[in-house]
């Protein structure tokens, strides 16, 4: 075995070991985000763990899993803020959507957590209506629910 093979076979086992705690982490339920605040596109933000404004009448998911809890802030253009929360113990696979009604973009949180995903922001409240979805998976089954705020009739 000459040098090099050594230091090639170590270099392979610092990757192999890296590579492994790389995946730990990243699969540690409560610690993914799938979005970045940094990417938000222009109107939304989030997540954040903290919403503002007037919380409105939660959206219940399909057999009571979890709900969606939004708020209004009328500061300003106006921001709705939401959350999807989970009723079971445990982490769960969940995601919040945000959606400015007349936007087809939309801005979400995704992950594996032990009580809510979100806070998601989109701004314009005092203008525009919001769609909001939102789901939580648990033994494979996923749960949904959300509906329009802000939109008359």
């Not at 000459?2 to 610092?14: A, E, K, M, N, P």
């Not at 959350?83 to 696979?93: F, P, W």
């Amino acid at each position: 075995m000459s040098r090099f093979d050594g230091i090639r076979r170590r270099g392979l086992s610092v990757a192999t070991v890296c590579g492994l705690v790389a995946g730990f982490v990243l699969g540690v339920p409560g610690a993914a985000s799938a979005t970045d605040p940094d990417d938000a596109p222009p109107g939304y933000a989030g997540p954040f763990a903290t919403c503002k404004g007037v919380a409105l009448p939660r959206m219940p998911l399909s057999d009571r899993v979890g709900y969606i809890q939004v708020w209004q802030d009328f500061a300003g253009s106006g921001t709705y803020c939401a959350k999807t929360y989970d009723n079971r113990a445990g982490a769960h696979a969940m995601e919040i959507r945000v959606r400015r009604y007349v936007w087809q973009t939309s801005w979400y949180d995704r992950g594996s957590y032990a009580t809510y995903a979100g806070g998601v922001y989109v701004s314009g409240s005092n203008i525009y209506c919001a769609e909001i979805t939102g789901w939580v998976e648990v033994n494979g089954t996923r749960y949904a629910g959300g509906g329009r705020v802000g939109c008359d009739g």
